[in-house]
Structures are given as C-alpha cells and as structure tokens.
C-alpha cells in the first residue's frame, strides 16, 4: 500500500492557511481537507434551527440531529449538510462568530474528531486547522504554524471578504478577527496553539508564491 503522508497547518484566523493548504494539496498530491468548515457547518446548522451561538446546552443537544459528512471532491474535503454541500453561507461574518463560538464546546469538538481522524487515517492530506497537530493528529509527518500579525490578517480578510460584502470595512474586520483570536486561543480546550514540534512560519511580510516555496523547502526537509 501505498504510504499515507499527513501535513498539518495550524495558526490564526486569516494567517492564509488554506491558501497555502491547498497549494501544497496540489503540489504534492494530496487531499486538502479544510477543518474550519466543519465548525462554520454546525455553526450554520445551529443558525438555522434558531439556536443562539452561546446557548451550549441547546447546541449539545442539538448534535445528536446533525447529519455532517465530508466527499472527497477533486482533491478536496467538501462538506456537506443533510445530503447537500455547503457553499458561501458559511463564510459570511456572523457564521464565522458561530463557528468560534460552537468549537469551544467539547462535545462539538468530539463530534467531529473522528471524521477528520478517519479521513487522514484513510488518504494523504494537508489539513488545516487550530488543533490539527496538537489533537487530530499528533503524528502528522509535519506540522507547520503559520502566522502573521492581526493588522495584516484583517488587512487580507477584508480583501477577501468585500469581493463579496462590498459595505465591510478593515475595522470592522479587525475587532472580529481580535475577538476570534481570543476566543480560539484562550479557549480551555484545544486551543489554537502550536504543538510542541511545529514549525513557525511567519508569512506576515511575505507573498503568498514565496510562503509556498519556503513551506515546500521545510517539508521538503522532513519527508
Ligand atoms: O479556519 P476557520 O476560520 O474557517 O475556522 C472557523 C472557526 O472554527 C475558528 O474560529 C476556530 C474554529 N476551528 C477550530 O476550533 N478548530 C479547527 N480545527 C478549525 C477551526
């Protein structure tokens, strides 16, 4: 059989994870598997049975109703939602809020370990997340952390972000990346912290071609 290679990429909101993921997904073969969609998932499911994002008790209780399952689909993890994939409404500002909100109850983050687990298990990915190298999967063959400051990870979202909300502005963007970055990294399980043998990347004053190259050469390194 063929060997099963795990890359794991950590790091904050907007540090261009999944840019570089799905790069790497592309160069070097493998399934990009996008972990954050899963949390904006139950964050929309939450959204749509009516349930507030702080509301733990209703949301625990609501899992057991909850049908996520992820399809390989040209290459990628597409996440789908009672039989359908889901699209853009997982992107918009309010279910990024629900999504940071939802990943910090326990049962959430139990409730979806095993199919990420299960994926990485069964073909070669490059996953990216907050908890893929300290929890999902502390025997990735590499852990990358990306990072880069607030200003400039507010500065990239809000591009992002007014393709398609043209009214959205880099200070509103800001106080929702710094209220998320708490949250994710203040929270008391699986924080968003780099595992103990990740690697730092700090793209904040690189391009996205030359964060590529220089993850490329560490796992060039590794494997
Ligand atoms: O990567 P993202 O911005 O799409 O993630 C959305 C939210 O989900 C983020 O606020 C933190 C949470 N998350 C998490 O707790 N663990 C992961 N592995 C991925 C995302």
Do not use: C, H, W
């Not at 370990?113 to 999967?137: C, E, F, H, P, Y």
């Not at 007014?162 to 200070?171: A, G, N, S, V």
Request: glycine residues 8%; hydrophobic residues 40%; without cysteine.
């Amino acid at each position: 059989m063929e060997r099963i290679i795990n890359i794991a990429i950590d790091g904050p909101s907007g540090s261009g994870k999944s840019t570089l993921a799905s790069a790497l997904a592309k160069r070097y073969g493998l399934i990009y598997i996008d972990t954050g969609a899963l949390y904006r998932t139950v964050g929309l499911y939450i959204q749509r049975k009516n349930i507030l994002s702080t509301d733990t008790e209703a949301i625990i209780a609501a899992l057991d109703g909850i049908d996520i399952t992820m399809r390989l689909i040209d290459g990628k993890g597409v996440v789908f939602l009672d039989g359908e994939p889901v699209g853009d409404e997982i992107r918009t500002p309010k279910s990024s809020m629900y999504a940071s909100d939802v990943s910090r109850i326990p049962e959430v983050r139990a409730y979806l370990l095993d199919l990420q687990r299960d994926i990485a298990k069964k073909n070669s990915t490059v996953m990216d997340g907050r908890d893929i190298g300290t929890v999902i999967l502390p025997n990735a063959d590499v852990k990358l952390f990306l990072t880069a400051g607030v200003e400039e990870r507010a500065r990239r979202r809000t591009l992002e972000l007014k393709e398609k909300q043209p009214d959205i502005t880099f200070e509103e963007v800001l106080a929702d990346m710094t209220t998320r970055d708490k949250n994710d990294s203040g929270r008391k399980i699986a924080p968003a912290v780099p595992a103990e043998d990740a690697i730092f990347l700090d793209n904040g004053s690189l391009t996205i071609e030359e964060t590529v190259e220089k993850a490329a050469e560490i796992i060039d390194g590794v494997l």
